[in-house]
C-alpha cells in the first residue's frame, strides 16, 4: 500500500485505518461496546502512545529530507551519508508500524477474549450471574464456563450449559480451612439455587 505524506511516496506492509490531521499515520481502535478489562486499557494506551512515537519518526524524516532542498544528493558533499541516514529513519519507521501492528494484534485478541465471556454469559443460569456480578465468582477468560470463588486458590467451580450441570474441579487441593468454607458455600449455595430453578 502506498500514502502521499507531503508529497513523499512511503510504501507500508500493513494497512493505514487512518491517515488524517496533525498525525500522519494513525491507527483504527476498535470500539469494545463498553465491554473493557485492565489489560485492554493498557494496550489502548500502548497504540496510542507508539502511534505518536511513529508521527514524530515522521516528521523527523520529513524535516531531514527537506534539508535537502530537492538537490540531487550525487551532487552534494556527503550525499551517502544523507542517504544512508534516511534509511536509518526508514528503518525506525518500518520498526515501529511493526510494533505497532503487533500491539493492534493483541488488541484484537483481548477484545475476542472478552467478546468469548459475554457471550458464555447469555447461557449462564442466573443464579451464577448473581454471583458474578457481586464480585463472590470470578469468570475464567480462557474457559468462560469456568468460575473462580474470590479468596480460594486452584479450586474451581465449572458450569456445563449442554447437560445443565454444576461440577467442581480441583477441590482437594484447597488445604486452607477457611478457603474451603468459602469454596464449599459458593458451590453449595449454587447447587441448591440451580436446583429450586430446574424443579421449578
Not at 101 to 110: D, V
Not at 121 to 150: C, D, Y
Not at 164 to 172: D, H, P
Amino acid at each position: 500500500m502506498q500514502l502521499m505524506c507531503r508529497g513523499f511516496y512511503l510504501r507500508f506492509c500493513v494497512v493505514c485505518d487512518v491517515v488524517s490531521g496533525d498525525g500522519w499515520y494513525l491507527w483504527g481502535l476498535t470500539k469494545t461496546d463498553g465491554m473493557d478489562t485492565k489489560k485492554l486499557a493498557i494496550l489502548q494506551q500502548s497504540l496510542v502512545k507508539k502511534q505518536a512515537a511513529l508521527n514524530d519518526k515522521f516528521d523527523t524524516h520529513f524535516a531531514t529530507v527537506a534539508q535537502a532542498n530537492g538537490q540531487p544528493l550525487n551532487d552534494k558533499r556527503n550525499g551517502q551519508a544523507t542517504l544512508n541516514k534516511w534509511e536509518k529513519q526508514n528503518d525506525g519507521i518500518r520498526t515501529q508500524i511493526k510494533s505497532i501492528e503487533k500491539t493492534h494484534q493483541a488488541i484484537e485478541r483481548e477484545e475476542g477474549k472478552i467478546s468469548g465471556v459475554e457471550n458464555a454469559k447469555k447461557s449462564l443460569p442466573e443464579p451464577i450471574l448473581k454471583m458474578l456480578a457481586s464480585g463472590q465468582l470470578i469468570q475464567w477468560r480462557m474457559h468462560p464456563n469456568t468460575f473462580f470463588v474470590k479468596g480460594v486458590d486452584r479450586a474451581r467451580i465449572v458450569w456445563e450449559p449442554k447437560k445443565n450441570l454444576l461440577m467442581n474441579r480441583y477441590r482437594t487441593e484447597v488445604k486452607d480451612q477457611a478457603q474451603w468454607t468459602l469454596f464449599k458455600n459458593a458451590y453449595n449455595t449454587l447447587l441448591t439455587e440451580l436446583q429450586n430453578i430446574s424443579v421449578e
